[in-house]
């Protein structure tokens, strides 16, 4: 089990983009959260297996349609347990 902390920047919020992720989480089997943050990005925590958490991170550089991705920059952590994949 593996856990990464992302952070993703560009124009990311009004776009679904936490829906995005969390459809795909789950759609990978991943655990963890998803939120907006304040200066305009969203940061999200992905919990699982190694190959299903970078095809997530991959994902994330994707974005869905109307998002423009910039930045996407993680951390790789210590596991928590999650349960399920939420929106914060």
């Not at 459809?23 to 939120?35: D, E, F, H, P």
Request: aromatic residues 12%.
């Amino acid at each position: 089990m593996q856990q990464v902390h992302v952070f993703i920047s560009g124009h990311v919020q009004g776009v679904s983009f936490r829906y995005f992720v969390k459809s795909n989480a789950r759609k990978l089997g991943l655990t963890g959260w998803v939120r907006n943050t304040e200066d305009g990005g969203v940061e999200a925590v992905f919990s699982g297996e190694k190959e299903k958490i970078e095809k997530m991170i991959a994902f994330c550089r994707e974005g869905p349609m109307l998002a423009e991705v910039k930045q996407v920059g993680f951390e790789w952590e210590d596991s928590e347990e999650f349960i399920g994949f939420t929106i914060r």
